[in-house]
């Protein structure tokens, strides 16, 4: 089964590809990442429409069941919060029309699963999926590191907890 997973957001949007093998934690395999992002001189629809046909064109491509994002949890700047809500709202959109199974997963369940501490910073979630990988992955933002951090801590979770 093909996952893709999401860091949401409205200037970046962080995404991550997996083949999960089986329910077994162990067993998958990544398949690539990347970064979408989008232009402040575009307008609010303008943005939103090509996060939109980014993710569909890599929905096309790959062909995932399941959809993860990592939730939205708090934001400091309450500007920020409504076009990541609005983005948001776009690929849970594209999410039904695909017919993807979303889950979500929140930070601290994110960083729990993958450093084993709920507040580990950016840096030592990098760390660790490097590890977990065990490649060296080009990654070019943070909202990419979470993409593949969240698509990760799908993998080794037991499916039957996220039902």
């Not at 398949?31 to 001189?41: D, N, P, V, Y």
């Not at 990592?70 to 500007?79: D, P």
């Amino acid at each position: 089964m093909i996952l893709l997973a999401i860091d949401p957001g409205f200037e970046k949007i962080g995404y991550a590809l997996f083949e999960k093998k089986s329910k077994s934690g162990n067993d998958f395999a990544y398949l690539a990442s990347g970064l979408i992002k989008t232009h402040k001189s575009q307008t609010t629809e303008h943005r939103i429409s090509e996060i939109y046909s980014q993710l569909q064109a890599i929905i096309k491509e790959y062909k995932p069941e399941k959809l993860i994002m990592e939730q939205l949890f708090f934001f400091k700047n309450q500007k920020t919060v409504i076009g990541v809500a609005q983005a948001q709202g776009a690929i849970m959109l594209l999410s039904a029309q695909e017919h993807l199974q979303l889950i979500f997963l929140t930070p601290l369940q994110i960083k729990q699963i993958i450093t084993g501490y709920g507040n580990a910073d950016k840096k030592s979630v990098y760390k660790m999926i490097t590890l977990l990988l065990k490649q060296k992955i080009e990654v070019k933002d943070d909202d990419q590191s979470d993409a593949i951090a969240c698509g990760l801590a799908y993998c080794y979770m037991n499916e039957d907890l996220v039902r």
